[in-house]
């Protein structure tokens, strides 16, 4: 059984810093795709950033380009999404997300079969 658990949330000022990470176990982790997803209180989750494992294509939301990046370490099975000049409106659940053994990526929950718990991210204004 493949497990993702995410860590990293907090809470940080805006325009501040912080570096998410996902650790996966149970699989294989190099030919997964990997994603990160966010939710807000009364809002659905919401896609932010995936990463393919045949190619390395990256896909980001258009409020986060510039500002995040998704990279993963095969060799610690973990995924990253580093997130730079926070806004208040990056509030929210962040969760990780994988596909196992499909090429490319998607925006969308339902093309994820792995999910983490996710970790909180808060940022004050």
């Known amino acids: 059984q493949v497990q993702l658990v995410e860590s990293g949330g907090g809470l940080v000022q805006a325009g501040g810093s912080l570096r998410l990470s996902c650790a996966a176990s149970?699989?294989?982790?190099?030919?997964?795709?990997m994603g990160w997803f966010r939710q807000a209180p009364g809002k659905e989750r919401e896609f932010v950033a995936a990463l393919s494992w045949s190619d390395g294509s990256q896909n980001y939301a258009d409020s986060v380009k510039g500002r995040f990046t998704i990279s993963r370490d095969n060799a610690r099975n973990t995924v990253y999404l580093q997130m730079n000049s926070l806004k208040p409106e990056d509030t929210a659940v962040y969760y990780c997300a994988g596909r196992s053994s499909l090429r490319g990526t998607s925006s969308s929950t339902a093309w994820y079969n792995y999910w983490g718990q996710g970790t909180q991210v808060t940022v004050s204004s």
């Open positions: 149970g699989g294989t982790f190099s030919t997964y795709s």
